[in-house]
């Protein structure tokens, strides 16, 4: 995958939300940056990554 900017709308009701998302997204391979924000709840995306296999990251650990 070419190096891309993707920017996904996601549920951040609180920092620990936001921690578990942050972290679980940077181990995925090619994931280069994660920016999160809580007031516009929305996570960015940069890397060598599948929007995919982001979207089936969040929805994993989100189900906590």
């Not at 996601?10 to 940056?33: D, M, S, W």
């Amino acid at each position: 995958f070419a190096c891309q900017i993707i920017e996904l709308k996601v549920a951040l009701h609180c920092p620990g939300c936001q921690r578990r998302v942050l972290a679980a997204l940077c181990e995925l391979r090619g994931v280069e940056k994660v920016d999160t924000d809580m007031e516009k709840q929305r996570v960015v995306v940069t890397g060598h990554v599948d929007p995919d296999s982001l979207l089936r990251k969040i929805a994993k650990t989100k189900k906590r």
